[in-house]
């Protein structure tokens, strides 16, 4: 007799595990990002970054769910996005564009955190060369 087989994770676990990804992921940005933030003396500054990268979660579950609705499979319809070139076109561009913005974005974030020090270092510098 054939073993049935099955898969090992089914698409209702995934949504499960991502929607509690998107919920979680702010709560635990804010946390994190107050805790950062607390220990650089920057609290708001440090809730505010950790939120930013918290909204991930979210934006994490919404691109899935248009995964999701793109390549599905509608018997009634017969429409199979899947083998569909139009729709792998589309994802990989809606993919990118997406991608390039939240690089941008977050590549600005992490890179004026970074170069607050150093200005902060040359002022230093600046009033001890005065004195």
């Not at 899935?64 to 994802?91: C, E, Q």
């Amino acid at each position: 007799m054939d073993p049935q087989l099955h898969e090992i994770v089914d698409l209702a676990q995934v949504d499960r595990a991502l929607l509690y990804l998107a919920l979680a992921a702010p709560v635990l940005g804010i946390v994190i990002g107050a805790i950062v933030g607390h220990r650089r003396n920057g609290l708001l500054h440090g809730i505010g970054r950790g939120l930013a990268f918290g909204m991930l979660g979210p934006v994490i579950l919404i691109m899935w769910r248009f995964y999701r609705y793109m390549i599905r499979y509608d018997p009634a319809t017969g429409y199979v996005g899947l083998h569909k070139m139009s729709v792998f076109a589309l994802n990989v561009c809606v993919f990118a564009v997406v991608g390039i913005l939240l690089g941008a974005l977050y590549g600005r974030l992490i890179a004026g955190r970074r170069s607050q020090p150093a200005q902060d270092t040359d002022q230093t510098n600046k009033e001890s060369s005065d004195n």
